[in-house]
């Protein structure tokens, strides 16, 4: 009888035990599951905050909710470890989600550049070098951003800051479009514009200077004009090359104005006979092919400067020969008219020097040695020649006359010569050659007057 007893509750024992076991298990899966999927939420929720979208987070959500995490420990859905191999599927997508989202808005932070790179290209020009040195920071701030959010906010700024930049390039090209407009105006129009390049290209062309794209510009000009065109752009564009061609004639004719009165120092010195007049002459010819040869700035600043250089080489060359010349003693004067210089001597020592005209070449002034011996002030010309003459010239009244060889060969003022007309050459221009006489600038003139007695030698050499 006992032993019918046992037996059932050695089964009863053996069942109570198994479903203890089951149900810690069920109870340790529930907890784990409960565990995990708290984090998971937690970690979405950062995510989101991050970057990542609602959107590819919310099917997550959704699968983790229909594993009723909340069911007691005795529901089925803990009876295995299916609920574990949920959370690594879960975790693995979640983790995916996160890449799409960097990965994304890497994308668009690149397409953003690359957009940046589009604008800088075109509009380099009118872009300030802080704005391009700010741009230019845009890849490493990319690589240094880690969440979506950062890379988010600095595909914002981006594209803020490139919008600013092109209000302010258009801004900027709207402005010098009025002030084209407003300089064309000032300038009398296109019609005026135009007629100012075409004069400036004709003096660039007689000085044998280039003319840049003046010619090119005005063509156009006057084509849009014709056609009833916006000329404002090629205007603009002409006005700013007349005025770069502007200085270049400018530039020029100041080169120009230094030649002759390093022509008249070098003459100077040949007159005088100085020791290195030969080798300043030939430099100064040099000089003077250069410059007849130059056509940009580059060479006329060039040629300006070896005048310089030279200049300051005669002006040491006839303070270190002042005196000791072979002239005599007293007051000498020497006439060179190849050279048309005139020098004043006293006891061998310059006192002065000047630049002369002399005779024409039907009426040279005649060469020898000769001395003053009438002086007048003032004396009036009267033509020995008839009107009928082609020498005839009407009276003529001078303030100083010295007289050196009878038959009216004089050293005299000429007030009607311009300052121009006096040195190399002179002899043979018609406008400014005399009869046979020695012109001398006004100034020099009144200071020679009273410095030459009667007996002064004059020695004239050809």
Same mark, same amino acid.
């Given at each position: ?6 037996i059932p ?25 409960a ?20 959107s ?6 959704a ?15 803990w ?28 994308e ?6 690359g ?16 704005? @391009?040195?700010?741009? %230019?920071?845009?890849? $490493?701030? =990319? *690589?240094? +951003? /880690?969440?979506?959010? !950062?890379? #988010? ?26 002030a084209?407009?407003?300089? @064309?105006?000032?300038a %009398?129009?296109?019609? $005026?514009? =135009? *007629?100012? +390049? /075409?004069?400036?290209? !004709?003096? #660039? ?25 916006d000329a ?14 502007? *200085?270049?004639?400018?530039?020029n ?13 070098v003459?100077?010195a040949?007159?005088e006979?100085t020791p ?5 002459a030939?430099e ?18 060039a ?32 006439i ?20 002369v ?8 002034t ?20 008839p ?14 006359v010295?007289e050196f ?47 030459t ?10």
């Amino acid at each position: 009888m006992r032993l019918r007893l046992l037996i059932p509750v050695v089964v009863i024992t053996a069942v109570t035990a198994g479903g203890a076991a089951t149900a810690h298990a069920a109870g340790d899966r529930q907890r784990s599951f409960a565990d995990g999927a708290a984090r998971l939420q937690t970690e979405w929720s950062s995510y989101q905050a991050q970057g990542v979208p609602a959107s590819s987070l919310a099917p997550l959500r959704a699968e983790l909710a229909g594993q009723e995490p909340t069911a007691s420990w005795w529901s089925p859905a803990w009876f295995n470890s299916g609920g574990s191999t949920l959370l690594s599927r879960l975790e693995g997508q979640t983790q995916t989600a996160w890449n799409a989202a960097v990965s994304g808005q890497r994308e668009q932070a690149r397409t953003v550049i690359g957009q940046w790179a589009s604008f800088a290209t075109a509009q380099g020009t009118w872009l300030s070098a802080d704005s @391009l040195n700010a741009a %230019g920071q845009w890849t $490493a701030q =990319l *690589a240094s +951003a /880690q969440t979506p959010a !950062a890379i #988010a906010r600095l595909v914002t700024s981006w594209q803020d800051f490139i919008n600013q930049q092109q209000t302010a390039v258009t801004a900027a090209q709207q402005a010098k479009v009025d002030a084209l407009q407003q300089e @064309l105006q000032s300038a %009398g129009g296109p019609q $005026a514009v =135009l *007629a100012t +390049a /075409q004069r400036l290209v !004709a003096v #660039a062309n007689g000085a044998n200077l280039d003319p840049g794209n003046v010619a090119d510009l005005a063509t156009q000009l006057s084509s849009e004009i014709a056609a009833n065109a916006d000329a404002t752009t090629t205007g603009g564009q002409l006005l700013a090359a007349i005025n770069s061609l502007q *200085a270049l004639v400018n530039l020029n004719n100041q080169v120009g104005a230094q030649v002759p009165p390093l022509l008249l120092s070098v003459d100077q010195a040949g007159a005088e006979g100085t020791p290195n007049a030969a080798a300043l002459a030939a430099e100064n010819s040099a000089i003077a092919g250069r410059f007849q040869g130059a056509r940009t700035a580059d060479q006329l600043n060039a040629v300006l400067a070896s005048i310089s250089a030279l200049q300051g080489k005669v002006t040491a060359e006839l303070a270190a020969n002042q005196c000791g010349h072979p002239v005599g003693g007293g007051k000498v004067i020497t006439i060179s008219l190849s050279l048309q210089e005139m020098v004043f001597y006293q006891d061998g020592c310059v006192a002065q020097a000047t630049a002369v005209s002399t005779g024409r070449p039907e009426l040279r002034t005649p060469t020898g040695s000769f001395q003053i011996f009438n002086k007048q002030s003032p004396f009036e010309f009267i033509s020995p020649w008839p009107p009928s003459s082609p020498y005839y010239y009407v009276p003529s009244r001078a303030s100083w006359v010295m007289e050196f060889l009878g038959g009216g060969y004089f050293i005299h003022d000429a007030p009607w010569e311009s300052p121009g007309a006096y040195g190399p050459g002179s002899q043979d221009n018609p406008t400014a050659a005399s009869h046979g006489c020695v012109h001398v600038p006004t100034a020099v003139m009144q200071w020679a007057y009273p410095w030459t007695p009667p007996g002064t030698p004059v020695i004239i050499n050809a």
